[in-house]
């Protein structure tokens, strides 16, 4: 699997959109961008996923440049309770279901 | 649905001892994956088992074994522990196996081992 680039850690304003990037520019085209967090001592939570086209579901929106070289996460009115660690990986969908997981994002939302 | 489920939720060991982590998968999941995560670090993929047999392993010792039994729950074993094994052990399920499409993984919440 490619490997990912995450800023340790970021601050975000209560109410405010959260925009947490990540940089897989070894990713290969069969490849899925997945995005997962990590509340403290809490198992990973998967958040989204997507191959190349822009994706939203009820917790965010995942948008992923046209390269597939980097993609961005989006918490549209970040809460309290997203501070958490974001994690990005990429991996094959298809076959052995193993993630391997880098540092991630350390997201602190302050009030 | 319960989701997955591990046990016990905490544990302290002492150097030397064996230990068996248990994971039910989430109803439906029929294949299972073990994660180590120590503080502070990403979680860490140890094995994954679909049907009862060993598909792929990460960067781990052979004190690290496993077991899918036919009902999809799975067991983590480790021996000869090593205060280094401390960490918490994440057991994650998929819904579908090795030919098809997998989806998103559901993680448990956890076994914290403590190596004393």
């Known amino acids: 699997d490619a490997k990912t680039t995450q800023p340790p850690s970021m601050d975000c304003a209560e109410g405010r959109a959260a925009n947490l990037p990540c940089n897989h520019s070894t990713i290969s085209g069969n490849e899925y961008v997945y995005w997962y967090r990590q509340i403290h001592s809490q198992g990973p939570q998967y958040i989204i996923h997507g191959l190349k086209n822009n994706e939203t579901n009820e917790m965010a929106s995942l948008i992923i440049t046209e390269d597939r070289k980097s993609s961005t996460l989006i918490l549209p009115h970040a809460t309290l309770r997203d501070t958490a660690v974001y994690y990005c990986i990429v991996r094959v969908v298809r076959g052995v279901n193993d993630m391997r997981f880098g540092a991630g994002t350390r997201l602190t939302v302050k009030p | 649905d319960a989701g997955v489920t591990q046990s016990p939720t905490h544990l302290i060991k002492t150097r030397g001892q064996q230990v068996t982590l248990r994971c039910s998968p989430k109803?439906?999941?029929?294949?299972v994956s073990w994660y180590q995560q120590a503080l502070g670090q990403g979680p860490q993929f140890i094995f994954q088992?679909?049907?009862?047999?060993?598909?792929q392993r990460g960067n781990f010792p052979d004190r690290f074994s496993g077991h899918q039994f036919p009902n999809y729950s799975s067991e983590l074993n480790v021996n000869a522990l090593l205060l280094g094994d401390s960490a918490l052990y994440l057991c994650?399920?998929?819904?579908?196996?090795?030919?098809?499409?997998?989806?998103?993984?559901?993680f448990g919440q956890g076994t914290r081992l403590t190596v004393v």
């Open positions: 109803s439906g999941h029929d294949t």
């Open positions: 088992y679909y049907e009862e047999e060993e598909r």
């Open positions: 994650a399920s998929s819904p579908l196996g090795m030919n098809r499409e997998n989806t998103e993984a559901f």
